[in-house]
């Protein structure tokens, strides 16, 4: 899960970019379901610009945490990238709150007025990306050729 997703999230900085990157894991120690007892940073974050990368935040609990102790591990700033931004309950507050830099989200799920006056997360669209994939279908061109 996660780790596959930050090493290709970094072969693609690296391929795209030309982004000499390296990589840092956060490891959760659960006390129970739903329930983060620990985390752990295994590598190096000092001095460098840190992204976290996830497929969903939804309170905005582990996301804001794990921001907390990369910043006081010694990265500059903190990013995160997560695909739907469910952002339920106190989710909005921590993340205006929080030492995170900027929240990039998808357009999967709608930014609430709270949300969007933030000024911290910045939602993208999927729109171009899902018009392509019903473009290639329609065609018989091939859909992973739209991920590489």
Known sequence: ????????????????????????????????????????????????????????????????????LLKE???RRVFAFCSH??????????????VLTELVVLDTVPLSEAAQATGKITQLSVAPLLAQAIYNIHNRKSISALFK
Do not use: W
């Open 85 to 98: 931004g469910v952002l339920s309950g106190p989710a909005v507050g921590r993340i205006s709150k929080s």
């Open 73 to 75: 591990a010694g990265a």
């Open 1 to 68: 899960g996660g780790v596959y997703r930050a090493k290709q999230f970094r072969e693609a900085l690296s391929k795209k970019h030309d982004v000499d990157c390296g990589l840092a894991m956060i490891v959760k120690q659960r006390a129970k379901a739903n329930e983060i007892d620990k985390m752990d940073l295994v590598g190096s974050v000092e001095g460098c610009d840190a992204i976290i990368v996830d497929d969903m935040v939804d309170t905005a609990g582990t996301l804001c945490t794990a921001a907390a």
